[in-house]
T-cell receptor, first 109, second 115 residues
Framework: AQRVTQPEKLLSVFKGAPVELKCNYS??????LFWYVQYSRQRLQLLLR??SRESIKGFTADLNKGETSFHLKKPFAQEEDSAMYYC???????????FGTGTSLTVIP | EAEVAQSPRYKITEKSQAVAFWCDPI?????LYWYRQILGQGPELLVQ????????DSQLPKDRFSAERLKGVDSTLKIQPAELGDSAMYLC?????????????FGPGTRLTVT
């Protein structure tokens, strides 16, 4: 079965500290991986996607096919990073879209 | 800036009643998605449309749920009859096309409470 696992439901870090949100996946094939974010009182939105190999708001994510992971990292957390983060995957054709259960990140001032 | 619209924003219904949700995607977006998000969980894809055709409805409980996008623009998701376990946030999203390099844009959601 296709699955996205985010082991941490809650994560708290101090401002300026590094942050890593973990994501592991299982998929029979080569999936596309994404991170979505939902700030308080805002809509769910795309943060970054593996296919673009981009860095958004200081966040990066590396796809490790050997460990089937796509962890989200930022070297110095900011208060405005506090939000709900969802890891997601899709098939190569963009179908079969699966989300993880999410990690709520709180950055402590 | 164009946004995905959904209505109603909140809906309270009694079990065994019928309920319908409406979604208007961003103009020009061919792909439309309906998700269900139960409290404490991530969104679960119910159905994906490419224009007016269903691409994926493998997770749609077809005995009680139905979805349509008759003219390939706006879409309706219906539940009949509603059950207590259907209480959730129902999210609609759209993208220019279905390929992974096209971003999904989400609506504000409809929060359904079944009593």
């Amino acid at each position: 079965a296709q699955r996205v696992t985010q082991p941490e439901k809650l994560l708290s870090v101090f401002k300026g500290a590094p942050v890593e949100l973990k994501c592991n996946y299982s998929y029979s094939g080569s999936p596309e991986l994404f991170w979505y974010v939902q700030y308080s009182r805002q809509r769910l939105q795309l943060l970054l996607r593996h296919i673009s190999r981009e860095s958004i708001k200081g966040f990066t994510a590396d796809l490790n096919k050997g460990e089937t992971s796509f962890h989200l990292k930022k070297p110095f957390a900011q208060e405005e990073d506090s939000a709900m983060y969802y890891c997601a995957l899709s098939g190569r054709l963009g179908n079969q879209f699966y989300f993880g259960t999410g990690t709520s990140l709180t950055v402590i001032p | 800036e164009a946004e995905v619209a959904q209505s109603p924003r909140y809906k309270i219904t009694e079990k065994s009643q019928a309920v319908a949700f409406w979604c208007d995607p961003i103009s020009g977006h061919a792909t439309l998605y309906w998700y269900r998000q139960i409290l404490g969980q991530g969104p679960e894809l119910l159905v994906q449309f490419q224009d007016e055709s269903v691409v994926d409805d493998s997770q749609l409980p077809k005995d009680r749920f139905s979805a349509e996008r008759l003219k390939g623009v706006d879409s309706t998701l219906k539940i009949q009859p509603a059950e207590l376990g259907d209480s959730a946030m129902y999210l609609c999203a759209s993208s220019f096309a279905g390929q992974p390099n096209y971003e999904q844009y989400f609506g504000p959601g409809t929060r359904l409470t079944v009593t």
